[in-house]
């Protein structure tokens, strides 16, 4: 099994920044993909970005210039850095990890923008 907590969600106005953060630990192998996905009160769920554990990154066209994935393999962690906040970015952020055996979520963490 792999278990995945997440850190660093809070309250921040518009443009400003937070960093969330995503600890891996349990069962992990050494290729996998981590990313972050977010959902708003009545939406869904939407992918946000990810990341290889050979470096490679992806995100969506709605953060692209505002939100970096960064992966730190040694501590098994990812990292989402969030910058220019837009309301519309507020929402529980998840953290998810898999592999070929394995798909796992983090429990989520709240991110507030508000004027």
């Known amino acids: 099994q792999v278990q995945l907590v997440e850190s660093g969600g809070g309250l921040v106005q518009p443009g400003g920044s937070l960093r969330l953060s995503c600890a891996a630990s349990g069962s992990l192998f050494s290729v996998s993909t981590m990313g972050w996905y977010r959902q708003a009160p009545g939406k869904q769920r939407e992918w946000v970005a990810s990341i290889g554990s050979d470096g490679r990154t992806n995100s969506a066209d709605s953060v692209k210039g505002r939100f970096s994935i960064s992966r730190d393999n040694a501590k098994n962690t990812v990292y989402l850095q969030m910058n220019s906040l837009k309301p519309e970015d507020a929402a529980v952020y998840y953290c998810?990890?898999?592999?070929?055996?394995?798909?796992?979520w983090g429990q989520g963490t709240q991110v507030t923008v508000f004027s």
């Open positions: 998810r990890y898999y592999d070929v055996r394995v798909d796992a």
